[in-house]
């Protein structure tokens, strides 16, 4: 595809706004609307080269869905357990994951990290790491090196950071997935 792909889960509807004001800031010339993976099959998603895949964090550091993590709605899980083990070698993805450091201080966007280790293991090449400064939290799973392996939102104690935090992680993302773009 010519474009970036979008895709999220999300239970609370939060992650849908968060990938939409990803969407609103790349423009619609760069990137395709966002859509739930609730919503779709896996060729959808398999249809991109550059993807931002994003999710909600529920559970202790479950993908999200009714199974492991007590969703109410498909998300994650389900999508990926009809999505098998396609070769992503040649897939460029960056990750965005939802928390709240102070209610979940000891699993702070855990979930990141295990959707961010599936698509790792069937070969993507993940972009888009991001600082841990600026956030308050006992353990998270997500860090990696002493970085997230994605941008971290935390809407519900540092809402009013979000806005800049989206635009300096697309400054530090757009220019690699524009070049899987074709």
Known sequence: MNKIGIFFGTETGTTRLVAKKLHQLLGADLADKPVNVNR????????YDAL??????????????????GCFEPNWEEFLTTFG??????KRIAFFGLGAQERYSEQFASSLMALYTVFESLGAEIIG???????????????RDGRFV??????????MLTEERLKQWLAQITPALKEKLT
């Open 52 to 69: 931002i895949l994003g999710t909600p964090s529920y559970g202790i550091g479950d993908i999200p869905g009714k199974n492991a993590a």
């Open 40 to 47: 779709i099959q896996p060729e959808d998603m398999l249809a």
């Open 129 to 143: 790491d991001w600082s841990t400064e600026g956030y308050t939290f006992k353990h998270s799973d997500a860090v």
């Open 150 to 159: 994605g941008l971290v939102i935390d809407q519900r104690t540092q809402g």
């Open 85 to 90: 083990k396609p070769d992503l070698s040649g």
